[in-house]
T-cell receptor, first 116, second 114 residues
Framework: ETGVTQTPRHLVMGMTNKKSLKCEQH?????MYWYKQSAKKPLELMFV???????ENNSVPSRFSPECPNSSHLFLHLHTLQPEDSALYLC???????????????FGSGTRLTVV | AQTVTQSQPEMSVQEAETVTLSCTYD???????LFWYKQPPSRQMILVIR??????QNATENRFSVNFQKAAKSFSLKISDSQLGDAAMYFC???????????FGKGTSLLVTP
């Protein structure tokens, strides 16, 4: 058990489909993140949620829609994606504030997304 | 914006030998954190070591140590007594003190040969 669980592990979807990625953290953290990992490129931060509130949206296209119903769960809703959206999508969590130093993230194992 | 550069796309080391992975970063901040993450084929990013910019002493975690040169904005990772299980992608990352985001380099693929 990694502490951060992502499902599904693999996903193949057509450009007209709608699907959702799920992330759950069991660490009691209060911040969660979506990252996109493409080949030959640095990890790209997509969204940040702190205490369920979205605090960053790094110019992500509207075909990606995040949802954070509580501090333990994070979703990424996908619709009308493009082939260039194929990538590994990583979820992470961390503890922010409360007098604790936020050193780094705990990552999940990612969802490998292929858009056909 | 902060950028992180890893100039070595691939590195190779023999088992039991030592290897150093390079990382440089660009920032105008004085207070920040630096990290090395390991990503094995299982895909999960695992924190290897971290360094606070205000600390002059280099961080060490067992066989892993860093050479942090703040003025040069350099943060290299040294792996001693390399093991087959060390084979993975290694990512250098930066986070400013007041921010949430981790900024990553493109990574270095480390191959460990018997």
């Amino acid at each position: 058990e990694t502490g951060v669980t992502q499902t599904p592990r693999h996903l193949v979807m057509g450009m007209t489909n709608k699907k959702s990625l799920k992330c759950e953290q069991h660490l009691g953290h209060n911040a969660m993140y979506w990252y996109k990992q493409s080949a030959k490129k640095p990890l790209e931060l997509m969204f940040v949620y702190n205490f369920k509130e979205q605090t960053e949206n790094n110019s992500v296209p509207s075909r990606f829609s995040p949802e954070c119903p509580n501090s333990s769960h994070l979703f990424l809703h996908l619709h009308t994606l493009q082939p260039e959206d194929s990538a590994l999508y990583l979820c992470a969590s961390s503890q922010v504030g409360g007098g604790e130093l936020n050193y780094g993230y705990t990552f999940g194992s990612g969802t490998r997304l292929t858009v056909v | 914006a902060q950028t992180v550069t890893q100039s070595q796309p691939e590195m190779s080391v023999q088992e039991a030998e030592t290897v150093t992975l390079s990382c440089t970063y660009d920032t105008s901040e004085s207070d920040y954190y630096l990290f090395w993450y390991k990503q094995p084929p299982s895909r999960q990013m695992i924190l290897v070591i971290r360094q606070e910019a205000y600390k002059q002493q280099n961080a060490t975690e067992n066989r892993f140590s860093v050479n942090f040169q703040k003025a040069a904005k350099s943060f290299s990772l040294k792996i001693s007594d390399s093991q087959l299980g060390d084979a993975a992608m290694y990512f250098c990352a930066y986070r400013r003190n007041s921010g949430y985001a981790l900024n990553f380099g493109k990574g270095t693929s480390l191959l460990v040969t018997p």
